[in-house]
């Protein structure tokens, strides 16, 4: 985190092709159980759109109950909720479990979000597994962000295949993944950053391996939150001269500056991509970060538009991510992390007025409408020392009076995860 399905064009004949797959795999698996709940499986299967239709819009709130479970892998396209939005969460694996998140929040997550490095070590893999392990006993979906640290050279033929072999093992357990490969590859603080060349090219790699051996793996196309582009002063910033700097001089000018679109060099091409995604924060109102500050009127859905304005008056002219690439590409938007900045000890406003203020904007009630394309929203669940802040950032809502207040002012159009211990 910084500051700040690819919906292929078939005939009729391909979804029903894929139904009557699926109740033959859905039968076979549950030889023992009765024909009709394979019947509704298979049927559950194809009505897997990701285009928001008027019969797919959410449920109107009237109190009831609604959850809707993630379904067995099959396709990245049918990991789209029919209606509403995904829930997920970004727990602290080091101190905390999805049965334990799912415990507090009252719901079990239907995505967890999880970090390791590209190539894989025999410790992250065995991480990996655990999170598995942890994602099948409570239906949820994990989203891996993988981070090639090693530069984008190191993410070779060979590591894409094993890597997808890999996540085939887990689609065909019953875990789907939504993969994103090299987040905020626009930032200039990782190691991967403005390298739109030999991104594009490893992201593609790594795309049609899992393509081709794990259909059940939904690969998520993430760049930074464009305003402060080119986030200049990072270790990995491009340097003037460059054939890198060359592409991201999208206004001709020589220059590599706010003026130049800070997505569309790094964009794989839609056949490569199944979700598109980026992490929506309120960090604050005027840098540098860590006042305690209610979040402006508008905020969330202004910065996945490009028309957010801070009290600096100095973010203009970002492109609208939602409409370009959510819209435009009609591919489902991934809200990958979210969360509101408070500081414990640091004066200003309380912790309940600040959170509170922005999940009524990230959960309004019109975003289901107005957003439609909006299929995912993972809440970033830390404690966690922020360089940009200097000190300790409390992310969290599902502790405490925060918690409680959480836990009721949920929408009835988010989908969670199933718990299959429920009776």
Known sequence: MRGHRRV???????????????????????????????VAVAVAACGGHSTPKDSERPLSDDGDEVTERAPVARTAEQLVPRAGAWFGASIDWSRDTIAGYASRLGHPPAVAVTFYELPMSAQERRWLDEAVAQARETGTMLLA?????????????????????????????????????????????????????????????????VHRAAPGTAMVWAPNYGGGYPFSGGEFEVRPGTADAEVLDTDGDGRVTQADDPYAPYWPGRR??????????????????????????????????????????????????YAVY????????????TGALFAPGRGGANELAIKQAWWRQVFAAGHDEDLPWVKMINWFEWRKDEPEVGGVVDWTVTRGAVGERFRTELPAWLRFAEDPSAP
């Open 326 to 337: 959510g819209e435009g590409q009609r591919l489902p938007v991934a809200v990958t992390e």
């Open 145 to 209: 962000t993988l981070e090639p640290r090693s530069g984008l050279d190191s993410v070779t033929p060979s590591v894409a295949e094993d890597l997808a072999a890999l996540l085939r093992s887990y689609n065909e357990g019953g875990t789907p993944i939504f993969l994103r490969f090299a987040h905020e590859m626009n930032g200039s603080w990782y190691p991967w950053g403005q390298q739109p060349r030999s991104y594009v090219a490893a992201f593609r790699r790594v795309a049609e391996a």
């Open 272 to 321: 490569h991509v199944d979700w598109v995604g980026m992490s929506v924060y309120h960090w604050g109102a005027v840098y540098p970060w860590g006042e305690n500050e209610v979040p402006e009127a508008g905020k969330f859905s202004d910065l996945l538009r490009g028309t957010y304005v801070g009290a600096a008056g100095d973010e203009r002219d970002v492109p609208d991510f």
């Open 8 to 38: 292929v064009a078939r005939s009729w004949v391909g979804p029903w092709l894929e139904c009557l797959f699926a109740l033959a795999v859905v039968s076979a698996r549950r030889l023992f159980a009765p024909w009709v709940l394979a």
